[in-house]
């Protein structure tokens, strides 16, 4: 299993980050990779706080994230959450 943390996950969705291509190698090479809460909320606040990245498209970009991270239960509702309950 790999842990996810805030790094490689911003690093991953964001095109123009400098690492972007080895976070994006590190999250796709990840043997069941998992994250918790804390991390998926820093990858949104890091997403449209530091990098600007309008909240629609940081929202969506966070999720991007489920079908990769295989988030617990906990994170699964609380990504619900955030979307509106859009993505059972």
């Known amino acids: 299993m790999t842990f996810?943390?805030?790094?490689?996950m911003v690093g991953a969705v964001l095109k123009l980050h400098r690492e972007?291509?080895?976070?994006?190698?590190?999250?796709?090479?990840s043997v069941r990779p998992f994250t918790n809460t804390?991390?998926?909320?820093?990858?949104s606040a890091g997403l449209t706080g530091f990098f600007k990245v309008p909240t629609d498209a940081g929202t969506e970009l966070t999720?991007?994230?489920?079908?990769?991270?295989?988030?617990?239960?906990?994170?699964?509702d609380a990504m619900d959450e955030l979307a509106g309950g859009q993505h059972r």
């Open 38 to 43: 804390l991390a998926i909320a820093e990858t």
């Open 4 to 8: 996810l943390d805030t790094e490689i």
């Open 63 to 76: 999720l991007s994230l489920r079908v990769i991270a295989r988030p617990s239960t906990v994170v699964s």
């Open 20 to 29: 972007h291509a080895a976070c994006l190698a590190e999250l796709e090479d």
